[in-house]
């Protein structure tokens, strides 16, 4: 089985699902949305951030540096100031180990299944009184389907709510389908209904993404959808029709729609992991809220019952209710 590195369990999540929830970010995902936030769960391998603000060039990571990417050279003062060259770097993370200001700070923690489930159900209480449980996400929990599936059986041993994140990108349903049983809540990110953009921008086709979306549905899972709305990539009229054309026709099997309004939450991320090059959104500014309101009205009017812009923020709901009856902020 292959076992995925953890880069963040987070409590008290509002986001992920209903209740309050934690989230399990596993690293790792195939797809490459180049307005990601998450850019440190893309690469299932360990890496490190650089807080060059927090740096004060006392060289501990030079010496022990195997590759000669970190050195010491001349600042534009008389002050030495460290240079990093990422090309060089074999990620030994020796650096971030001899570091004492915390400059460097690893990404990507090995943990067992034994204790990523103490962590997650030490919030056991709060998952019943808010109707919340956990969500596995990241990077992409399907990167690591064997995995996944333990996860969520164990969870679901303790009876709390399981859910995961996922842009569904199997290309085969064999890999989703165990997950029937143990998952409580698929939440499916769908970024553009345009095959060609979708492969073109994301690196991934999108019929066999759509397809295990009509699997699912078939199947009677319980499924959220995501539409992250990306400044010149998805947010026409043209595009928002799309959406609401193909979500209309599982209006009625569909738990509801999470419209989510591009953020710039990623960008200090690609700077302290050295990817600002890569990143083509450095200093894109935000759509306003107002932006997204016809896809929310048109899929209201298409008949999803639950249509929200932002997620399922504070959503209450009971244990074994699903989200379509719960009291959720509703738009349009
Ligand atoms: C980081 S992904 C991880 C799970 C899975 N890989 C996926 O894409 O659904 C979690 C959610 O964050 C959203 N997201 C990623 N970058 C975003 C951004 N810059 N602004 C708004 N939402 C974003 C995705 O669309 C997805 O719904
Ligand atoms: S060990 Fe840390 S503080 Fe010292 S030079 Fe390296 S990154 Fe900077
Ligand atoms: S992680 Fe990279 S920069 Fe740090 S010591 Fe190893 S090779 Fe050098
Ligand atoms: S599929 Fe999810 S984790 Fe992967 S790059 Fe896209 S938004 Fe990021």
Not at 251 to 261: A, C, F, T, Y
């Amino acid at each position: 089985m292959k076992i995925p590195l953890i880069t963040e369990i987070q409590r008290f999540s509002l986001q992920d699902g209903p209740g309050f929830r934690t989230t399990v970010f596993l690293k790792g995902c195939p797809l490459k949305c180049p307005w990601c936030h998450n850019p440190e769960t893309q690469r299932p391998t360990k890496e490190f951030y650089y807080n060059q603000a927090r740096c004060v060039s006392c060289g501990r990571c030079v010496a022990v540096c195997p590759s000669g990417a970190s050195s010491l050279v001349q600042g534009p003062g008389k002050d030495l100031v460290l240079q990093l060259d990422r090309s060089k770097c074999i990620n030994c993370m020796r650096c971030v180990a001899v570091c004492l200001t915390e400059a460097r700070e690893s990404v990507g923690k090995t943990m067992s299944m034994e204790d990523i489930l103490q962590e997650v159900l030490s919030d056991e209480p709060f998952y019943r009184n808010s109707g919340g449980g956990v969500t596995i996400s990241g990077g992409d929990p399907l990167l690591y389907p064997a995995f996944t599936l333990g996860l969520a059986k164990r969870i679901k041993q303790r009876n709390v709510h399981v859910a995961i994140e996922t842009s569904c990108f199997p290309k085969s349903w064999k890999t989703i389908q165990p997950l029937l049983n143990f998952v409580d809540l698929f939440i499916v990110d769908l970024k553009s209904m345009n095959p060609q953009k979708h492969a073109d921008v994301i690196g991934w086709p999108l019929k066999p993404i759509l397809d295990n979306i009509e699997r699912l549905i078939e199947s009677h899972a319980h499924v959220r959808i995501h539409i992250p709305v990306i400044p010149g990539f998805n947010d026409s009229q043209q595009d928002f029709d799309d959406y609401i054309a193909y979500l209309s026709q599982y209006s009625k099997q569909l738990e509801g729609v999470d419209i989510l309004n591009y953020h710039v939450y990623g960008e200090g991320k690609y700077i302290s992991l050295g990817r600002e090059k890569e990143y083509q959104y450095m200093g894109v500014k935000e759509n306003p809220p107002e932006k997204v309101l016809p896809l929310a009205r048109g899929l209201k009017l298409a008949g999803i019952s639950s249509v929200t812009i932002g997620g399922l923020v504070g959503i209450t709901e009971s244990r074994n209710t699903s989200s379509r009856d719960a009291g959720m902020q509703c738009v349009a």
